[in-house]
């Protein structure tokens, strides 16, 4: 089987999740077998950056992909739906984030063997702050100290 083979399956497997999320009443199985698209991108990322000839090209693709996703993100959200809060579904900039510590780990851990607890200490950091603000959304720039304190103060 080839990437682009799993490249089509993640794609609508992706718009059948797309199809469970937006219209009400779904089955759940649309979710379910959502679930596979993202394995399936980060596999096709990792193997085409092991047999990239170019390494800057492919970052500089997936960055504008990343950032032109968040565009088009921006307008059907805040201009289309009416929505102030943005649609987080920019696997693009997940991708991005994924193949930048991919090339550090490649670039400097393998130079530098002993040094990589900072690659471990960046990737933990980047891997809490993401969850942390993905799972408790700020709207009005005290909910992660409000959630913090009430959680405690029981």
Partial sequence: MSTTTLKIIAVISMIIDHIGLSFPDMPVIFRWIGRISAPLFIFCL?????????????ISRMYISSVLMGILNYFISVLHLKNSRLIGMNIFRVL?????IVWLYDNWVKRHPKRYIYIGIFIMANDICNNVILIFPNKDKRGLCRIYFSSTSR
């Fill in 46 to 58: 990792v193997w085409g950056f092991e047999y990239t000839s170019n390494i800057k090209k492919y």
């Fill in 96 to 100: 991005f984030i994924i193949l930048i």
